[in-house]
């Protein structure tokens, strides 16, 4: 495993490819795309991603600000969208065994609002081991919110290499995640320190 703060190819993937649909169909040219691009991500460009290697976490950043700002005209909701679209392609694809079980959580099979909110917090500490599969840095947690007794938070500890671009897109997948249980649009994130991110429930279950 890369000592490089890194993203997984299977999450990288589509990054590099929409950056290079847009210089195929010549909405955006190679000058243009230098305003965001270092030699290292041009050279990713045409190549296949392999979903299984490591990729630079600070390529994927630039490739979705060139993204953001082209397609998303700076709008955070663009990345959100693309988190979301990016739990459904893996879960459709199978390749990680935390979406197998997100289809049969326990906090979706009980009806007890007390036995619900225990249930989900274990979903959330088996969830939360995603992250290890697709980013190589952050340590990630889920605890109780001390502000509101029926609600969890999860938080990304070891995160100052985390960029924003990262955060939103993470907020679509997480939510989207949600969303598989019927949850719908159930966190927001905060930079609590450089190093510290918290995504904090805006409801109960």
């Known amino acids: 495993m890369s000592s490089i703060p890194s993203i997984k190819g299977s999450a990288f993937s589509k990054v590099v490819e929409d950056v290079g649909k847009l210089l195929d ?14 030699p290292e991500d041009v050279a990713l460009l045409g190549k296949e991603v392999v979903v299984s290697r490591w990729y630079d976490i600070r390529c994927y950043e630039r490739m979705s600000q060139l993204l953001l ?5 700076g709008n955070p909701e663009y990345l959100r969208e693309r988190g979301r679209r990016t739990a459904r392609r893996l879960l459709e694809a199978g390749l990680y065994a935390q ?6 959580t326990e906090a979706s099979r009980t009806q007890d609002p007390g036995e619900r909110f225990v249930a989900f917090g274990r979903d959330l500490r088996l969830l939360n081991t995603l992250s290890a599969s697709i ?5 990630w947690s889920s605890r109780q919110d001390p502000d509101h007794p029926r609600r969890y938070q999860i938080v990304l500890s070891e995160a100052a290499a985390m960029p924003e671009v990262l955060c939103w897109t993470t907020d679509g997948f ?32």
């Not at 040219?29 to 230098?34: L, M, N, P, Q, V």
């Not at 700002?69 to 005209?73: I, L, S």
């Not at 980013?135 to 340590?139: D, M, V, Y």
């Open 25 to 38: 169909t010549g909405a955006l040219s190679r000058s243009d795309a230098a305003r965001w691009l270092e």
């Open 69 to 73: 700002e082209v397609e998303g005209h």
């Open 135 to 139: 980013l190589n840095f952050t340590k």
């Open 174 to 205: 997480v939510n989207q995640m949600a969303a598989q249980r019927g949850h719908g649009d159930l966190w927001r994130w905060e930079r609590v320190e450089r190093s510290v991110i918290v995504f904090r429930m805006n409801g109960e279950i």
């Open 99 to 104: 979406f197998e079980y997100l289809q049969r």
